[in-house]
């Protein structure tokens, strides 16, 4: 057992650690000094249980459990908060709220101590995990109405409050279920999907301009796309697609995508930026946040069918206990917010109460998924934002998304993108994928940019290729899960015979899934399935180390 203490006091993690040590021997007992630190020993240990002080300095132990909270690869370590704050039921409320099981005061009764770590070590199985937060949410929801119902005058806001907590409960629950069924379609569909957009676009490299061919296989290629697109919003909503999260200032981010933006929206539309100088940095995946600040682009523009004005706004924002609460699953903190507002016909209170849900939409059949906010919804919540909308019908319409702020500025030295490059090599690959469709596609891709290609369709034919090549091996290429061996532990193998080896992971599953299989470390090379041909040809290089 793993067991994580973070304390700003050196005194008190000594004494929990002599204690913990005393009632767990066979225990490892971990020490972080801060939240940062703690949050970087969590990534890397998994620990059992983590003991949380809640009063620390530059990072407090509400912001750190709920970065723990936010992100889907921890949610199954249980988090108990030390505090020698005052214990009453609003601490508690709030302690749950941040998303902890457990709740204990300094100083610290060894007993209770022992009590909690025991119970909190075996919540690490998935049924118990949905249980806890269900849980959690009705103690919640049990907690506060009994707080309000002892005011009278409060009656009203009592009901409202249930209302809207059990609301985020069933959206809960929707969310949980579409993002099973996304996830028990999304690999084999990627599957399926990767064969007909790579041998759709080399077929389009083959034909000569005037070709009449070229129109169908062109047609094939874009409904493929939009399939692919399509498991891609289902994966976004459920908050199951792979993230790759780094440092960036939204304001650039916004800046560099507007180009894009201006040649998407009409031209009847007038776009402003509002930016507030010198923001924090947000922690965020860039590609994730411009299909946030697109979808709702094109959603505003869909509700000025006439023109008007679309503004995109930044600023630095402080959400106390009160706003928090209305945000329902918020908690204080300082975060960034970025507002997307139009001048069209707004939305009624009805459409507002359900436009993140999944095929919900308003406009004509035939005119939209119903998926655009709802994939909005999923992006923010899967960065630990939160995202709220304003509209009066006849007045537009704001939508405010809350992205945390990171506590100190990131390393502005960062490193440039590098540059276009020859996409071709003539270097050995071994590529092992179980699915024949996809081997002989990637295959064909690979051959076609020069390079040596060797194959196997599992782990155990892949070290049989190996102990039969003679020559050098590049690079592997692999499927991150296929039956009998794993791709890394096949990497772990292969690499002892070819100490130089790099490695190329790819997959169709979801992060969640692959994450479990140790492939999503930062520096790992990866490519989700399904990939166009310039996708696998840039990363193949980008793994060997460029051109």
């Known amino acids: 057992m793993k067991i994580l203490a973070i304390d700003d006091n050196p005194d008190n993690l000594t004494t929990l650690k002599a204690v913990l040590s005393d009632s767990f021997p066979e225990a490892c007992v971990l020490t972080a000094p801060d939240g940062y630190r703690g949050i970087e020993l969590v990534l890397s240990e998994d620990p059992d249980v983590v003991l949380l002080d809640i009063v620390m300095p530059e990072m407090d132990g509400f912001e750190v459990c709920r970065r723990l909270k936010g992100d889907e690869r921890l949610l199954h370590i249980p988090v108990v908060f030390l505090t020698a704050l005052k214990t009453d039921r609003l601490s508690r409320i709030h302690a749950l709220k941040a998303g902890a099981e457990g709740f204990l005061s300094k100083p610290i009764d060894e007993a209770e101590l022992t009590a909690q770590v025991r119970a909190m070590s075996k919540i690490k199985t998935a049924a118990v995990l949905q249980r806890r937060e269900n849980e959690r949410l009705t103690m919640l929801v049990a907690e506060r109405t009994r707080e309000l119902e002892q005011e009278l005058e409060w009656r009203k806001l009592i009901e409202a409050e249930k209302s809207q907590i059990e609301a985020q409960f069933h959206q809960a629950q929707k969310m949980e279920s579409v993002g099973r069924l996304a996830g028990g379609v999304a690999h084999d569909l990627n599957n399926l999907l990767s064969p007909i957009l790579g041998y759709g676009e080399m077929l389009l490299d083959e034909f000569i ?142 459409t507002q109460t359900r436009i993140f849900e999944p095929f919900f939409t308003t406009k004509e059949k035939g005119k939209g998924t119903g998926l ?110 296929m039956p009998g061996m794993s791709g890394k532990d096949l990497f772990d193998m292969a690499v002892v015979r070819y100490p130089g080896l790099k490695v190329l992971y790819m997959s169709g599953y979801m992060d969640n899934e692959i994450a479990h299989r140790g492939v999503l470390n930062e520096g790992v090379r990866f490519i989700q399935k399904p990939f166009s041909v310039r996708a696998l040809a840039g990363k193949v290089r980008e793994a060997l180390g460029g051109r």
């Open 209 to 350: 301009p005037g070709d009449d061919r070229k129109e169908s296989v062109a047609q094939i290629v874009s409904a493929g796309e939009r399939a692919r697109d399509l498991v891609r919003q289902l994966l976004a909503f459920s908050r199951k697609q792979v993230l790759e999260l780094k440092p960036l200032d939204l304001n650039d981010t916004i800046k560099d995508f507007r180009k894009l933006l201006r040649r998407t929206i009409r031209e009847d539309v007038d776009i402003r930026f509002v930016p507030e100088p010198s923001i924090p940095r947000v922690y965020g995946d860039i590609s994730q946040l411009e299909q946030v600040i697109m979808n709702l682009a094109v959603n505003a523009q869909d509700a000025m069918p006439d023109g008007g004005r679309l503004t995109i706004e930044t600023a630095v924002t402080h959400l106390d206990a009160g706003y928090a609460d209305a945000l329902l699953c918020a908690a204080p903190g300082r975060f960034v917010m970025l507002a997307v507002s139009d001048t069209g016909h707004g939305m009624d209170d009805e």
């Open 372 to 481: 655009g906010l709802a994939t909005v919804y999923g992006i923010v919540r899967q960065h630990g934002g939160y995202i709220q909308a304003t509209s009066t019908s006849g007045q537009g319409a704001m939508f405010r998304v809350y992205l945390p702020a990171m506590e100190t500025p990131a390393d502005n030295a960062e490193t440039a993108a590098a540059p276009a490059t020859d996409q071709r090599g003539d270097e050995t690959i071994l590529l092992v994928e179980d699915s024949g469709m996809v081997r002989d596609m990637a295959k064909a891709m690979l051959k076609r940019h020069g390079y040596t290609v060797l194959v196997a369709e599992n782990g155990s034919g892949a070290l049989s290729v190996l102990e039969n090549h003679v020559g050098p091996v590049h690079l592997l290429l692999t499927d991150v899960i």
